[in-house]
């Protein structure tokens, strides 16, 4: 009696094997991440990554990153292994928590990446936790919570923030008013996009006070 071969194992949209991510550029790369098994546990795929990243690269260096939907922590780890100060990952179950507490172990960041177990949404009507730099915000599709996100984020911002969006296509992206986008993308499961937070209005209007006019007097 034939033996059958081995089944092939599952691949995920990040790549690699089921239940596997790998941090692919900076300080970690290769370093491979758990992913659990869970519905609407959905690790960014590596060629988004690595075009997020690319995008990304020149305000890294020194930043701080929250990372409200966590997971795998492939999106604040990666943040820290190519030059952020300090990463806050936010994740809602105890076990993936517990899996990134690990990971931050193995990686000996506990200096730099600090791991809470809560709901992104609890969170944002707490007490700050300082302001971020770069915000990643990838909920579970079946989720969403877009909006509610975005509307309780601002008080959390530096000035000039960075809002990376990852939801399905057809989703509204956030207020023109508030978020300037910076670049997009698509495939056919998923929108990425990347935003810089505009200028409030009176730091717009003292700008453009302080900019010179054609003469070389400010204009007023």
Known sequence: MKRRPPARPRTRSGGGRSGVVRIIGGHWRGTRLPVADLDGLRPTPDRVRETLFNWLQPMLPGARVLDLFAGSGALGLEALSRGAAEALLV??????????????????????????????????RTPLHGRFDLVFVDPPFSVGGWAQVLERLPPWLSEHAWLYLESPPGTPGPDPRAWRPHREGATREVNYALYRRADPPAAAAATLAADPGPDGTAVE
């Open 91 to 124: 994740e809602r179950d105890a076990g993936v928590a517990e899996r990134l507490r690990e990971a931050v172990g193995r990686l000996r960041a506990g200096d730099r990446a600090h791991v809470l177990q809560a709901d992104a949404l609890a969170l944002l």
